[in-house]
Structures are given as C-alpha cells and as structure tokens.
C-alpha cells in the first residue's frame, strides 16, 4: 500500500516534467525528473522538500490555465475543456503535495512521532478534579 501512497507524488513530478518540457523550461523539467529521487531518501527533510515542489508546481498550473484560456478565448475556441483539465491536474498536483501529511509517509520518512503536550494543572482539573483536590492537600 506505500507504493501506491508514492506512486501519487511520483506521477505528479512526471506531469510537471512534461509540463516543463512543452513550455522549453529545461531547468524546471531537470528538478522534476529529479525530485522523484527524494522519495528513496528517507529524511524529514526530504519530504518536506518534495511537499515545497509539489505546492510550487500545482501552483504552476493556474498561471498556466489563465495564460493558455486567455489565448484560445482570443482565437475564439472553445475554453471549458480546457479549464477542466487544468484544473482537475492542478487538485492532482495539490492533492499529491498533501499526501506527504499522511501517516503512512510519514513512517516511510522516519519522521518522530508525536508527542502529546503535558497536562497543566489547570487542564488537569478539567478532567480530574479529584486528582488536583489529593495533591494539593498538605
């Protein structure tokens, strides 16, 4: 099941790269295509840096719908096929980028586990009266 958890990321590197590639961008391509190597690095860092990527590519792809909307309006064709499209590849790019968050990606990356926050005395005796009552007698 973490294949197809890192199958999500690596397919939306790949879509960047080809983006990248039509648009003649070889140095955004070249980090897409090597982006995908950061998901053999099992550091927090890492993923961190793929979920920077992925949030910088989806946010690649509205600038490129109203560039390329604003073009085919002008020659008169047809948007709507257009803007669906772009948009479904930039909530795939967008998803992709959250699916870092998730707790099974979070292992493949050894990241910490997390810690509960201690409880004060005041959120104590939300919960157990009892307990603030017996300590605080001399």
């Known amino acids: 099941m973490t294949i197809l958890a890192l199958a999500a990321p690596v397919l939306a590197f790949l879509r960047l790269a080809a983006h990248f590639f039509r648009a003649g961008n070889l140095l955004a391509l070249c980090i897409s295509l090597l ?11 890492a993923a961190r ?3 920077a990527l992925l949030a910088l590519g989806a946010l690649e792809r509205p600038r490129t ?4 909307v604003y073009a085919r309006s002008v020659a008169g064709q047809s948007v709507t096929r257009l803007a669906l499209i772009l948009g479904a590849v930039f909530l795939l790019t967008a998803g992709s980028a959250l699916v870092v968050q ?11 586990p997390r810690r509960r926050p201690m409880a ?16 605080s007698v001399p």
Do not use: C, E, G, Y
Request: proline letters at 4%; a positive charge; charged letters at 20%.
């Open 35 to 45: 982006a995908i190597v950061l998901i053999f690095v099992r550091r927090q860092w």
């Open 120 to 135: 004060t005395k005041a959120t104590a005796a939300k919960s157990r009266p009892d307990v603030i009552a017996r300590s």
């Open 49 to 51: 840096a793929m979920q």
């Open 102 to 112: 998730a707790k099974r990606f979070k292992t493949h990356f050894n990241f910490p």
């Open 65 to 68: 719908a109203v560039t390329l």
